[in-house]
T-cell receptor, first 111, second 114 residues
Framework: SQQGEEDPQALSIQEGENATMNCSYK?????LQWYRQNSGRGLVHLIL?????REKHSGRLRVTLDTSKKSSSLLITASRAADTASYFC???????????FGSGTRLSIRP | KAGVTQTPRYLIKTRGQQVTLSCSPI?????VSWYQQTPGQGLQFLFE???????NKGNFPGRFSGRQFSNSRSEMNVSTLELGDSALYLC?????????????FGQGTRLTVV
């Protein structure tokens, strides 16, 4: 079963606009990560946020974490065509030895 | 620094056969984990190895097995293949437990069972 559910399932925006994706999870976590996947290839790690952190930035990415609501959001600012991909949130299990992925958001950037 | 290498990239097998997939992690990484990705089930955790020991296992039948060698390279084996085993199999390596640290993924092996 999957831990996280991303919302929306698909998102299409104009180049230059901001894209926001949300992730909800079910159990207590130590960490939450976001990954990007291009066209069924390998996943690329974007950012890791620990349960005691509320917000983290990396370049054009901004991630927030609300452990009381068991939710996280990923904001991509000033989107580019190269941002077209599927984005997954992933949480650890109690042993922290595995990642449990959400269902993903397919992001399309229109030129 | 070389990335995670998975071989082969593509594979076609017949129902009932068995298959072995290989993963070479980034040098110095001792944790290797395996995932199955299908359109219907998404990304599902298979198992994680650290220093040749399986530390965690997902909810897959015993037909799915794996091992890790002393050089951290890992293999996964699927016996008695079923059509539903058709998927992209991804391997990830990390310095520590995958849930705690950045995991680096290979390009995957796309297995088609006919």
């Amino acid at each position: 079963s999957q831990q996280g559910e991303e919302d929306p399932q698909a998102l299409s925006i104009q180049e230059g606009e901001n894209a926001t994706m949300n992730c909800s999870y079910k159990t207590s976590i130590n960490n939450l990560q976001w990954y990007r996947q291009n066209s069924g290839r390998g996943l690329v790690h974007l950012i890791l946020i620990r349960s005691n952190e509320r917000e983290k930035h990396s370049g054009r990415l901004r991630v927030t974490l609300d452990t009381s609501k068991k939710s996280s959001s990923l904001l991509i600012t000033a989107s580019r065509a190269a941002d077209t991909a599927s984005y997954f949130c992933a949480t650890d299990d109690s042993s922290a030895s595995k990642i449990i992925f959400g269902s993903g958001t397919r992001l399309s950037i229109r030129p | 620094k070389a990335g995670v290498t998975q071989t082969p990239r593509y594979l076609i097998k017949t129902r009932g056969q068995q298959v072995t997939l290989s993963c070479s992690p980034i040098s110095g990484h001792r944790s290797v984990s395996w995932y199955q990705q299908t359109p219907g089930q998404g990304l599902q955790f298979l198992f994680e190895y650290f220093s040749e020991t399986q530390r965690n296992k997902g909810n897959f039948p015993g037909r799915f097995s794996g091992r890790q060698f002393s050089n951290s390279r890992s293999e996964m084996n699927v016996s008695t293949l079923e059509l539903g085993d058709s998927a992209l199999y991804l391997c990830a390596s990390s310095l520590g437990p995958a849930g705690n640290t950045e995991a680096f993924f290979g390009q995957g092996t796309r297995l088609t069972v006919v």
